[in-house]
């Protein structure tokens, strides 16, 4: 059973900066898509980037070029770094994993039901 654990949330103002991070076990896929989700209170959770196999990502509009995707494979670990942080971005932030994908990650993240995992959240809050 994959197994994915967030960790780096907290509470900063807006401008500051946070880096999130999600260790993932159980898991060998060489064809696979990863991402952040998040979910605003009273909101519907949304994706807010993907990152394929083949290093493609995409970003929703509302984090770019304030957000940045990671991956260390060595450490199965996948960061988000956030900068200039909103209050907007405030919420529950989820790492998750889509099996599979062929190069149609990009596709994926307007629906982020469609990942096969999800970790349990870290929260983030920004303050203004």
């Known amino acids: 059973q994959v197994q994915l654990v967030e960790s780096g949330g907290g509470s900063v103002q807006a401008g500051g900066s946070l880096r999130l991070s999600c260790v993932v076990s159980e898991f060998t896929g060489s064809d696979y898509c990863m991402g952040w989700l998040r979910q605003a209170p009273g909101k519907e959770r949304e994706g807010v980037v993907v990152?394929?196999?083949?290093?493609?990502?995409r970003y929703a509009e509302s984090v770019k070029g304030r957000f940045t995707i990671a991956q260390d494979s060595a450490k199965n670990t996948l960061y988000l770094e956030m900068n200039s942080l909103k209050p907007d971005d405030t919420g529950m932030y989820y790492c998750?994993?889509?099996?599979?994908?062929?190069?149609?990650?990009?596709?994926?993240?307007?629906?982020?039901?469609?990942?096969?995992?999800r970790g349990q959240g870290t929260q983030v809050t920004v303050s203004s």
């Open positions: 990152l394929g196999s083949d290093g493609q990502t």
């Open positions: 998750a994993v889509h099996i599979g994908g062929g190069g149609h990650c990009y596709y994926i993240l307007p629906y982020p039901d469609d990942f096969h995992y």
